[in-house]
């Protein structure tokens, strides 16, 4: 009973902190850099739009949301309270995808979704892939057995992540049928954890994957996975003793009582990469970001006064990165970031109680 109620009470302090081994092999390695401003970011800014959500009592949402962008829309992920809204890009409510529940074309509860040429893929709990059309109309169901906690549709199969799981010497797989490719061997001494930011993103041909607890990126492509990023947190970096207690509740209650910082999302696009790190220190947790943009990294992160891009970020199409943010950010939004609105007297139309609004930022 003592360890079941301590799984609960770490499972939610790493729930709270965390938003998400490996060797360094060849990946390029980057050394973090713990800024406390978002000057070298603003310099790469052309302008930043925004675009708020229809609010009425049916579709607001809850914490944590991920969003897909589209050609004409804005596709809106609910985990917490399972639900899928779309939005076009002037912010008008289009329509629901799916349905939480348990009937053959519904999902039980979401673990990940993706945007496959024009459908929408949700991978639910019970072992369901269900494909759907913008409209919200469900066109096929398959049973997806032996899948992890976030899964990815590949052409070659579904690659799936398990973080550590003590039933398993592997942290992911692609699954194809009855076939399995396993990744990254496991030795599990430590809690399964796996972030509600995506697992899995892609670029080109190329998918990036988010390991638990490491500082590398990963990187996927016809059924061979490679160290792709590996980066250096200096003091932030995990101990190696993290890895070496006898249970997993051990490690996980030394983890929390350590400064630490984890790869909680990752995006690129033509001209830049983004990286999302969280850093849990010993006054409280923040995020720090780094990009790649001509040929160098650069870092940024915001004071605690701001907070406008922190955990906000979370798509990239070309040129444009997309954040989701809730109204009150914005109405305390300060001059130096306002100044770089194109839209502004959109602000004096929000409420505390609006839905979120999605921020278009244009690059250079």
Same mark, same amino acid.
């Given at each position: 009973? *003592?360890?079941?109620?301590?799984?609960?009470?770490?499972?939610?302090?790493?729930?709270?902190?965390?938003?998400?081994?490996?060797?360094?092999?060849?990946?390029?390695?980057?050394?973090?850099?713990?800024?406390?401003?978002?000057?070298?970011?603003?310099?790469? @800014?052309?302008?930043?739009?925004?675009?708020?959500?229809? /609010?009425?009592?049916?579709?607001?949402?809850?914490?944590?949301?991920?969003?897909?962008?589209?050609?004409?829309?804005?596709?809106?992920?609910?985990?917490?309270?399972?639900?899928?809204?779309?939005?076009? =890009?002037?912010?008008?409510?289009?329509? $629901?995808?799916?349905?939480?529940?348990?009937?053959? &074309?519904?999902?039980?509860?979401?673990?990940?979704?993706?945007?496959?040429?024009?459908?929408?893929?949700?991978?639910?709990?019970?072992?369901?892939?269900?494909?759907?059309?913008?409209?919200?109309?469900?066109?096929?169901?398959? /049973?997806?057995?032996?899948?992890?906690?976030?899964?990815?549709?590949?052409?070659?199969?579904?690659? /799936?992540?398990?973080?550590?799981?003590?039933?398993?010497?592997?942290?992911?797989?692609?699954?194809?049928?009855?076939?399995?490719?396993?990744?990254?061997?496991?030795?599990?001494?430590?809690?399964?954890?796996?972030?509600?930011?995506? @697992?899995?993103?892609?670029?080109?041909?190329?998918?990036?994957?988010?390991?638990?607890?490491?500082?590398?990126?990963?990187?996927?492509?016809? *059924?061979?996975? $490679?160290?792709?990023?590996?980066?250096?947190?200096?003091?932030? +970096?995990?101990?190696?003793?993290?890895?070496?207690?006898?249970?997993?509740?051990?490690? +996980?209650?030394? &983890?929390?009582?350590? $400064?630490?910082?984890?790869?909680?999302?990752?995006?690129?696009?033509?001209?830049?990469?983004?990286?999302?790190? &969280?850093?849990?220190? $010993?006054?409280? =947790?923040?995020?720090?970001?780094?990009?790649?943009?001509?040929?160098?990294?650069?870092?940024?992160?915001?004071?605690?006064?701001?907070?406008?891009?922190?955990?906000?970020?979370?798509?990239?199409?070309?040129?444009?990165?997309?954040?989701?943010? +809730?109204?009150?950010?914005?109405?305390?939004?300060?001059?130096?970031?306002?100044?770089?609105?194109?839209?502004?007297?959109?602000?004096?139309? &929000? *409420?505390?109680?609006?839905?979120? @609004?999605?921020?278009?930022?244009?690059?250079?």
């Amino acid at each position: 009973m *003592k360890k079941l109620i301590l799984a609960i009470c770490l499972a939610i302090i790493l729930s709270l902190l965390l938003s998400s081994c490996g060797g360094h092999g060849n990946a390029t390695v980057i050394q973090m850099k713990n800024s406390k401003d978002s000057d070298t970011f603003l310099e790469c @800014v052309n302008s930043i739009s925004l675009h708020p959500l229809e /609010t009425d009592d049916t579709h607001l949402m809850g914490s944590n949301v991920n969003l897909i962008v589209t050609d004409d829309s804005y596709i809106l992920i609910d985990k917490l309270n399972g639900s899928i809204f779309r939005y076009s =890009t002037s912010g008008q409510f289009l329509n $629901e995808i799916g349905h939480k529940g348990r009937g053959p &074309l519904e999902y039980t509860n979401i673990e990940s979704v993706q945007w496959v040429e024009d459908r929408l893929i949700v991978f639910s709990i019970d072992d369901k892939m269900l494909t759907y059309t913008v409209d919200g109309h469900c066109e096929g169901v398959e /049973t997806i057995r032996r899948k992890g906690s976030q899964s990815y549709l590949m052409k070659d199969g579904v690659l /799936t992540y398990y973080s550590y799981l003590p039933s398993l010497d592997y942290r992911m797989a692609l699954l194809n049928g009855d076939d399995l490719i396993p990744f990254l061997p496991s030795n599990p001494v430590v809690m399964t954890y796996v972030s509600d930011a995506p @697992v899995f993103s892609s670029y080109d041909e190329d998918v990036f994957v988010i390991d638990s607890y490491s500082s590398v990126l990963y990187k996927y492509h016809d *059924k061979r996975l $490679e160290e792709y990023l590996s980066f250096d947190f200096g003091r932030f +970096a995990i101990k190696d003793e993290f890895y070496h207690f006898e249970d997993p509740y051990e490690s +996980a209650y030394y &983890l929390t009582g350590t $400064e630490f910082a984890l790869i909680n999302r990752y995006l690129e696009s033509d001209s830049y990469r983004i990286v999302e790190i &969280l850093v849990q220190t $010993e006054t409280g =947790t923040h995020f720090n970001y780094g990009m790649f943009h001509e040929d160098r990294w650069f870092w940024f992160s915001e004071p605690e006064s701001s907070q406008f891009f922190s955990n906000t970020i979370r798509s990239m199409r070309g040129d444009k990165l997309y954040c989701l943010t +809730a109204p009150e950010t914005l109405l305390r939004m300060p001059d130096y970031i306002a100044d770089y609105f194109s839209n502004p007297e959109v602000i004096s139309t &929000l *409420k505390e109680d609006s839905n979120y @609004v999605v921020i278009e930022v244009e690059l250079k």
